[in-house]
T-cell receptor, first 115, second 117 residues
């Protein structure tokens, strides 16, 4: 069984300041972990993924996430927020390597960027 | 990059009718496709996994007779909501996986918003 918890339903930051979206996971296997972003009226887009290689994963648009097994966390960060980052972000876990497995989604974090 | 399309993007139907939603992988062959459901302001929930040429695997609590899934080819999976009711109103999203060894990324369609009156 696997699950993922996104600790904040809403995060509000000012443009140009750092972003931190928190995610903790639970998995019986060595998990694959993902962050997806969903802009209004658009499909899901993969930001980055961890699949047991480097623990610090760099993604698109300046986002990165660090896999910390001891803390069962996979927090998403960005050094400087941009207005276009405003969206819904989902932390996702897939068990047993992620192949042909459905994904388990967190409840999402709504990121608000203040001008 | 890999593109997944869904059709229609939005559908409104009367209670009791059936609605078919198509999910296509446009530039790759998808051995496995997934169907998700997203309620307003909530996360996605996996409904079923479909493999080309075989019966879909449904998640617990999902009625297989109500949500018919057909994966007839490597580029097309369909979800039919039979005898739809207002509680079936939701956002349905499909995803497709290439199935290449070591490449486990799923590509998502833009979603279909179903409103049952």
């Amino acid at each position: 069984a696997q699950s993922v918890t996104q600790l904040d339903s809403h995060v509000s930051v000012s443009e140009g300041t750092p972003v931190l979206l928190r995610c903790n996971y639970s998995s019986s296997y060595s998990p694959s972990l993902f962050w997806y972003v969903q802009h209004p009226n658009k499909g899901l887009q993969l930001l980055l993924k961890y699949t047991s290689a480097a623990t610090l994963v760099k993604g698109i648009n300046g986002f990165e996430a660090e896999f910390k097994k001891s803390e069962t966390s996979f927090h998403l960060t960005k050094p400087s927020a941009h207005m276009s980052d405003a969206a819904e972000y989902f932390c996702v876990v897939s068990g047993s390597g992620g192949g042909a497995d459905g994904l388990t989604f967190g409840k999402g974090t709504h990121l608000i960027i203040q001008p | 990059g890999a593109v997944v399309s869904q059709h229609p993007s939005r559908v409104i139907c009367k209670s009791g009718t059936s609605v078919k939603i198509e999910c296509r992988s446009l530039d790759f062959q998808a051995t496995t496709m997934f169907w998700y459901r997203q309620f307003p302001k909530q996360s996605l929930m996996l409904m079923a996994t479909s493999n080309e040429g075989s019966k879909a695997t449904y998640e617990q609590g999902v009625e297989k007779d109500k949500f018919l899934i057909n994966h007839a080819s490597l580029t097309l999976s369909t979800l039919t909501v039979t005898s739809a009711h207002p509680e079936d109103s939701s956002f349905y999203i499909c995803s497709a996986e290439t199935g290449r060894v070591g490449y486990n990324e799923q590509f998502f369609g833009p979603g279909t918003r179903l409103t049952v009156l």
